[in-house]
């Protein structure tokens, strides 16, 4: 019986640079039978002032600020689910 389903893989690096999206689908139920297949990548760039402020953040950020940057990245990253 085949098991597909589809999975997104998300990066944002040390380079600060952006995020990085991933679209796979896998098949298979156990090892014998496994397979996956890329569907769809992108990469997504940080603007320049998004940027500067991460950075400034893991630099001299305050415990507020890092969790405002912490929450601004997961809506970062839900933007590059949605393209």
């Known amino acids: 019986m085949s098991s597909k389903n589809l999975f997104v893989g998300l990066m944002s ?3 600060l640079d952006g995020i990085d999206a ?3 689908e896998i098949d298979g139920t156990n090892q014998d039978d496994f397979s996956w297949n890329q569907i769809a990548f992108m990469s ?5 002032e998004y940027r ?3 950075y400034g953040a893991i630099e001299r950020g305050t415990p507020e600020l890092l969790c405002q940057f912490n929450t601004s990245l997961g809506e970062q990253f839900g933007a590059a689910v949605c393209e």
């Not at 997504?44 to 320049?48: E, T």
């Open 52 to 54: 500067n402020g991460l």
């Open 22 to 24: 991933v679209l796979v």
């Open 13 to 15: 690096g040390t380079s």
């Open 44 to 48: 997504r760039p940080y603007n320049k």
